[in-house]
């Protein structure tokens, strides 16, 4: 019998992660290696927290993105993985592969989106390399600090804390279907504004850092499934959640319904939301989402962490009552045709 | 008339540079911007020096390259940025595209490479993302610290300084030249394995700044030619090189004569040796020299700094006697087609 060598497309992201992982060492100047949406290091009396996060044309822009959109796209995925982990924007590194029939002109746009976005929560442009490429290639890295002493990780929940996820969930999503499946956009603006300018949840991060209250964190740019998941893995618990209390807009409901797909779909496994799910200690909820009501953004309770290892939706029944069932660990990557259980994908996983 | 809408190819990279710079600002807590091998920020007490460089296949990666030696380049290329600043590696980041029909074992091999050559001068590999991606695309981002209290920069060479490089010249060119075009690698083993396995010149950047010597400096990745003359323009000053002087391996000189190229054009134009070329002091070249040699490195004086704006070289006449002439300010891109002059690149220039 041949021993088959196995190619990367058929051994999917967790494959690969699994593979890669144990290969890297930590030293001890690394608080938080692979294992998070960032990397933290001790520096003196400081922490430094670390992330990077790459775009393309093709699979991770949208057609119709404008090159300004895109400069600030390259930041916000990145500014989001700080903000995951509570910590304020030192600036960012964007590695650029450029094609040579690029427009001067476009070229000048993405530099000022990345500039806009840089700078709008403290940071920077801190700079760059620009190489030849026939594909469009953004490689960010962003640096930032704690904004309150210590970060947020995925690891530090337990049961009886509650989960909760600022703004809503499934616009980017049904923003992301209205652009690819040829609806018409002005109809679903809000969804295809969400889509084409997400924004890194930065401030929400510093009000919610502020608290103390958050145990662990994510953002939800795969899907809400999947980072629960990935909060349940880290931290070794179980959650359980509503539908009733997930927040899907309406829009959501309205793209769903033209392309004849369940709107839960697009609201827990599609991702591109950028909102952040967080657990928090109990006692301390009704401070946390009064302080934010306070400065105009909002935060939905939607479970609560349990024992176990699994995560429990609890959906409404077409004729009324409940359904329990266990939800899905299934993400997706915009702008492919693959599953995320598929796929490469994002991999930190390491403490 | 028609306004000629311009694309990238035709600008060239020292036009993007200019275009690009103004638009971003420099806070505070940036000491040193876009404008030198890296950015360098204010932490507290502490100062963070961050680099970007992006490496993909088919522009970047000669076709001889393993996967293992690939993993080791992409940190090789970023580690050398922060000895061109006189800094200690923390860790890098890496953001791989990657190709799904890449092997597993490929992967793996890749990874090692990272592990080894992130951890070899006290780094580590700090974490990552993997993306589809058809060509094999490895941003890294390497943080560090000053070796010693201070970074070397490109702007602080003033007239009367000496000239320094470390190792050898061309060395990483011609092995580059023989893997291209076809001559016998194992006729030039030590170019080769300069071209494949190129080293970031930390241990020496670590003695360097403890003499205290170092006034300005570059890493000579895109050719000695053009890091003298990034070197001029950052520090406002001309300097002066002698031919004779130039460290150039006997090797160097086999291959230019198998092509029938000028040695010189391998030594001062074409990059990929990765030496540290440096100004000093001049009353403690010899303490430097010494220290250096104590622990089996090489500097070898080229030069020295003048008044003015121009690199002027001395070469040797056939006939014997000198000859003077202004060095071309042009460097290369390795496996591609295009003079530096011509091509994107790296741009990091503004204080």
């Known amino acids: 019998m041949l021993w088959m060598k196995l190619r990367l497309g058929e051994i999917g992201e967790r494959g690969i992660i699994s593979e890669l992982t144990p290969l890297f060492s930590k030293p001890e100047h690394v608080l938080l290696g692979i294992g998070d949406d960032a990397a933290v290091l001790k520096l003196g009396e400081n922490m430094v927290v670390a992330t990077t996060d790459m775009i393309q044309s093709d699979t991770h822009i949208p057609p119709q993105m404008t090159p300004h959109q895109i400069g600030k796209l390259v930041v916000t995925v990145n500014y989001s993985d700080l903000a995951a982990m509570g910590a304020k924007p030192l600036g960012i590194l964007v590695s650029m592969g450029l094609p040579p029939d690029m427009l001067e002109e ?4 993405l530099a000022k989106g990345i500039e806009e976005m840089a700078t709008r929560y403290g940071g920077c442009m801190l700079g760059g390399d620009t190489k030849n490429s026939p594909r469009l290639t953004l490689a960010g890295a962003a640096l930032g600090v704690p904004y309150n002493k210590q970060v947020f990780t995925r690891g530090g929940a337990s049961p009886g804390d509650l989960v909760g996820v600022t703004g809503q969930l499934g616009l980017g999503a049904a923003g992301l279907e ?18 084409l300018e997400p924004e890194p949840r930065l401030l929400e991060a510093e009000l919610l850092a502020s608290t103390g209250a958050v145990t662990a964190a994510n953002d939800v740019s795969d899907g809400l499934a999947w980072e629960l998941y990935e909060i349940s893995a880290a931290s070794g618990v179980g959650i359980e959640i509503w539908e009733e209390k997930l927040p899907i807009p309406s829009v959501v409901s309205e793209v769903a319904g033209e392309l004849d797909i369940d709107p839960l779909e697009l609201a827990l496994h599609r991702g591109w939301d950028y909102e952040l799910l967080v657990t928090l200690k109990p006692g301390k909820t ?3 989402q ?16 349990t024992e176990g290892d699994v995560i429990i939706i609890h959906t409404k029944k077409d004729g009324g009552g409940e359904e329990t069932g266990v939800l899905e ?23």
């Open 106 to 109: 476009d070229l000048i746009s």
């Open 178 to 195: 209205t652009l690819l499946r040829g609806l018409d956009p002005k109809r679903f603006g809000s969804a295809v504004k969400a889509a």
């Open 286 to 288: 009704e401070l946390v």
């Open 290 to 305: 009064q302080l934010l009501e306070e400065r105009g953004y909002k935060l939905s309770l939607i479970g609560h962490v």
């Open 329 to 351: 660990p299934r993400g997706y990557e915009h702008l492919t045709s693959t599953s995320r259980a598929s796929r490469l994908g994002a991999w930190k996983n390491r403490d």
